[in-house]
């Protein structure tokens, strides 16, 4: 018995039942777990679905590959309870195989190698995932420089998804971030006796980093997770095979205007959240720290000059092209259930906040580097 299978025998029955994730990257112990399991007095071979999780054209081909050294012993092989997604590979590997084997008794070509083969599949694999990235440049530019009268009201559309719904939620967080900011740096500067100092904390902060990169988070959970849900539940329900059989691009009426949306409504929401991080630091000043609007005021326009908002503002057009790239990509990838959905919708997530941090990283050693 294995972690990846189990088998029992039932007078001339044999039923093997699969479990756990059957892929490229496990493929010598899977090999390991098949190898064991002979015909013996069988003559019938049932593969059950079982606790299968995960399958690709490697798995697939390991199965199809041994219910053919079955049926050469003389057994009869069957396949029960596959899912969809998982019974598409299996059609898949048998439709190679029986080209290949027409080709062969042809003498026009042999069958590939198993390994020759897996190394396709790897290969397919990663051209389609550049592929996609291409794609996606190319719907941004396309739909940049060839505007159609769908997309220009799905690029509206999605503005009012991406920015003007999104208000509330970046003024409250970066509201509430602004106070936190005002009251912790008071704590520490009261040892100084420069509690006036708090504004320039405040402002500083919210202008080159806070409020940008609080922003971006936001739209990343936000606007990154609905493209990649919308686009992958568009794929499901075949909506997007529907529109290129009407003579329409995907990418230019689906991907570009999510993307220029988020160009667009991402620096105002930056705007915004730095607006609503100091005005949080300077109610708290105000109310519970004893200090004067007009010394906050003071403060804060002797402590920041133009360079420090366009440090801050510079980097929200990459962050939203970070975000919106990542979240039409994972959503375009979704194929086969409504599982792949949910995890590639959170994969676009985490995948963006962690581009997200890494650039404003990036942005960092820049700007110290250009003294800025």
Request: with cysteine; aromatic share 6%; charged share 15%.
């Amino acid at each position: 018995m294995s972690s990846y299978l189990d088998y029992r025998r039932d007078a001339d029955a044999l039923v093997i039942s699969l479990k756990d994730d059957w892929t490229f990257d496990r493929v010598r112990v899977l090999e390991d777990a098949l190898r064991p399991i002979d015909l013996g007095d069988a003559t019938q071979v049932t593969f059950q679905c079982g606790g299968l999780k995960h399958l690709d054209l490697t798995g697939a081909w390991l199965l199809f590959r041994k219910s053919k050294e079955f049926e050469a012993e003389g057994g009869r092989t069957q396949f029960q309870g596959f899912k969809a997604a998982h019974f598409k590979f299996l059609k898949q590997v048998t439709e190679i195989h029986e080209s290949a084997s027409t080709a062969q008794s042809a003498h026009v070509v042999e069958r590939p190698a198993d390994v020759a083969r897996i190394l396709e599949t790897v290969g397919r694999a990663a051209v389609a995932r550049v592929e996609d990235v291409g794609h996606i440049a190319q719907a941004i530019f396309s739909g940049v420089t060839q505007p159609s009268r769908l997309a220009l009201a799905e690029t509206l559309r999605q503005i009012e998804h991406t920015g003007a719904r999104a208000v509330p939620i970046v003024a409250l967080v970066t509201f509430m971030i602004g106070v936190v900011l005002a009251y912790q740096g008071a704590n520490q500067l009261a040892d100084f006796g420069a509690q006036v100092f708090v504004a320039d904390l405040v402002t500083v902060s919210m202008l080159r980093e806070m409020g940008v990169l609080l922003t971006g988070i936001m739209a990343a959970a936000r606007s990154g997770s609905a493209f990649a849900a919308s686009l992958g539940a568009m794929k499901l329900n075949e909506e997007i095979d529907a529109l290129r059989t009407m003579g329409l691009n995907p990418n230019q009426i689906l991907i570009a205007p999510r993307v220029i949306a988020l160009l667009i409504s991402l620096p105002l929401l930056t705007i915004l959240g730095m607006a609503a991080g100091i005005v949080g630091g300077w109610m708290l000043a105000v109310l519970v720290l004893d200090i004067s609007s007009s010394q906050f005021l003071n403060r804060t326009a002797s402590s920041v000059d133009l360079n420090d908002f366009l440090v801050g503002i510079i980097k929200a057009p990459v962050f939203a092209l970070l975000i919106a790239g990542v979240g039409t990509l994972r959503g375009m990838q979704v194929q086969g259930s409504a599982e792949q959905l949910g995890r590639l919708t959170t994969t676009a997530v985490v995948q963006a906040i962690f581009l997200i941090i890494l650039a404003d990283a990036i942005f960092t050693l820049i700007f110290s580097s250009l003294g800025m």
